[in-house]
């Protein structure tokens, strides 16, 4: 199917989305049919939550509409929805109100026009040096020392997380791969298929064969079994998907363990952190997933590993 133009082979992908979508709904419309009141609950989080698939992939599909300057856009919202969650669930001072103002309404901003304007030596260090080291001197400057470390730390992970890893998936697009112009949209819908599919597969194994946890205190539904079969098939079809790559199979089989693991180790930290805050899910923003955070945790580690290796070996 390399011989497809982008624009035939970003149809033939989303009418192949559109058509696992509808079966997924078809199946859980017969659930909801048949099942007993005890099992109620779990077809309505489904039902909730492939409702809530249609509407993301939908969200997707109108930003590709509008190519670049929409997939800025998107992602531009979605880093400041994440940094919202993330702030908002983490308890901050009035002395931090000059580093979460820089955050959100310097930081934020600017990191995204680097990417716009393809500047990446800039954006690749922006956050990680400048953003790290002004924060803390505006924070200093309210002159509130209790917890000052704590404080500081909470922020600089939050734009991390939320800004700096996020806008590695649009950065995709920035990316002069030999032979492929035109088409790097496909890269961001092939990081997002595969690991979200990870997570969904792995639940799916947990379910079917999951015996032994893979790690009891930080993600007690995660075993064994379904971390190896989730990962194992999501990566092949990252393979199967290597015609919207320029990869080959086995490049793009590859390409799709790494973020995979990448994506697992992701929601184990994430988990940590949610842990510590004594919350089970970072809002309540998407029916059936909870917050935006929830949803690309395994994105958020799994996009910047993606994008350098790209750049590394094939741009």
């Known amino acids: 199917m390399s011989h497809l133009t982008s624009h035939q082979q970003a149809m033939a992908l989303f009418a192949g989305i559109g058509a696992v979508l509808l079966l997924a709904t078809l199946i859980g419309r017969v659930l909801a049919l048949r099942v007993s009141p005890a099992g109620r609950s779990a077809v309505d989080n489904l039902n909730a939550r492939i409702n809530a698939w249609w509407a993301m992939a939908a969200l997707v599909g109108i930003s590709f509409m509008f190519g670049k300057p929409g997939v800025l856009v998107l992602f531009f919202l979605v880093s400041l929805l994440a940094l919202r969650e993330f702030i908002t669930l983490l308890p901050t ?45 505006l924070a200093a400057t309210g002159g509130d020392t209790t917890r000052f470390l704590e404080r500081a730390a909470k922020v600089q992970w939050g734009l991390m997380i939320s800004v700096f890893c996020i806008s590695h998936v649009p950065a995709l697009l920035t990316l002069k791969i030999p032979g492929y112009e035109h088409r790097q949209l496909l890269l961001i819908a092939f990081l997002v298929i595969v690991v979200q599919s990870s997570d969904v597969l792995q639940y799916v194994w947990g379910k079917l064969c999951g015996k032994r946890l893979i790690a009891p205190v930080l993600s007690p539904s995660k075993t064994l079994e379904g971390f190896v079969g989730g990962v194992a098939s999501a990566s092949l079809l990252g393979g199967l998907l290597w015609w919207i790559t320029p ?69």
């Open 93 to 137: 001072r009035g002395g931090d109100y000059w580093a979460l103002a820089a955050a959100f309404y310097l930081v934020l901003p600017i990191q995204y026009l680097l990417v716009g304007i393809e500047w990446y030596g800039m954006f690749a260090i922006f956050i990680p040096v400048y953003a790290f080291l002004l924060l803390p001197i």
């Open 247 to 315: 990869f080959s199979f086995l490049g793009a089989l590859g390409m799709a363990l790494v973020i995979n693991l990448m994506g697992f180790l992701g929601g184990l930290v994430m988990s940590a952190i949610k842990r510590d805050r004594g919350i089970k899910d970072w809002g309540h923003m998407i029916e059936g997933h909870g917050g935006v955070l929830d949803r690309l945790d395994s994105v958020c580690f799994a996009a910047p590993v993606f994008f350098h290796m790209t750049r590394y070996f094939w741009a």
